[in-house]
């Protein structure tokens, strides 16, 4: 994008993704991706829950995990990644349902996440970790120690 464009936003919208059993009064989005199937997940740090929205923006199915959830991203057309502390849940959609499935290990904790090609990339607070979808550590490709918490 040219830096002097400038974007306009059309409209808003804000839906509610809180659920009765939340033991939070708020819900603190900290991920979102969305499917080809018009489907939205979305990450609840402070619930710990990963919400499965139908193209309505309803919820249609929920899921806890272990630790407050960070952030997601897409792996196939039906199945995502979240990082949890320091796991990643690959998560996957059957019937309209989220399904909890294998969990991937790693050894520094699991802040941000994409995947590319066949690839997870991992962020930590300070470095960025390349991993292939079987779990092992491929390599660490960059690492910034200068402050507290470099993203």
């Known amino acids: 994008m040219n830096p002097d464009q400038v974007l306009t936003m059309r409209s808003k919208s804000e839906y509610n993704v809180k659920i009765p059993s939340d033991k939070a009064s708020t819900c603190s989005i900290t ?7 018009g489907h939205v997940i979305v990450v609840d740090n402070t619930n710990k829950k990963v919400i499965l929205l139908d193209k309505s923006c309803n919820v249609s199915s929920h ?4 630790d407050p959830p960070l952030d997601i991203c897409p792996i196939t057309s039906s199945e995502v990644a979240v ?3 320091c796991d990643v849940q690959f998560i996957s959609i059957s019937n309209g349902q989220l399904v909890i499935g294998r969990k991937m290990e790693l050894s520094h904790y699991a802040v941000g996440i994409a995947h590319h090609q066949g690839a997870l990339y991992i962020t930590d607070y300070t470095a960025l ?3 292939p979808l079987t779990g092992t550590l491929a390599k660490k490709i960059y690492e910034d120690t200068g402050g507290d918490w470099t993203g």
Request: hydrophobic share 30%; glycine share 6%; aromatic share 12%.
């Open 63 to 66: 899921c806890d995990v272990s």
């Open 83 to 85: 990082t949890v502390m």
């Open 129 to 131: 970790y390349h991993y």
């Open 31 to 37: 991920g979102i991706c969305s499917l080809p199937s």
